[in-house]
């Protein structure tokens, strides 16, 4: 009887939408899929609180070094989308959301 309401407070389809992010990383900035630069950049959105947009502005993170080329382009919705799965949960999209984000209706 529980069960549905557990599922809404911890909301464990967001928790799922981080690592989805994660992947669509992976694939469209080819500096990320090396394990150990991955682990760098966990470390270091960490201490930007997972904001992904301040840690890219800021010069003294490995942002500067990567490609994000894919993600820019369409007027940076890939790179919106990967932001909106790649933060905190409480601001996290869920799997429905995520799919009826610009980036999947009017492609990249």
Known sequence: ???PVLWQV????????????ILFLEMAVPELRQMRTLQRF??????FDYDLRRWRR?????APT????LLDEGFGMGWDLVCRL??????RLT???AL???YFLFGA
């Open 1 to 3: 009887l529980l069960s």
């Open 10 to 21: 911890q909301g464990p389809d967001k928790f799922d939408m981080y690592g989805v992010g």
């Open 42 to 47: 966990q470390a270091e959105i960490e201490q």
């Open 58 to 62: 800021n010069e003294n993170t490995m």
């Open 66 to 69: 990567l490609d994000f080329t």
């Open 86 to 91: 790649v933060c905190k949960r409480e601001k």
């Open 95 to 97: 799997a429905g959301a």
């Open 100 to 102: 009826r984000h610009p």
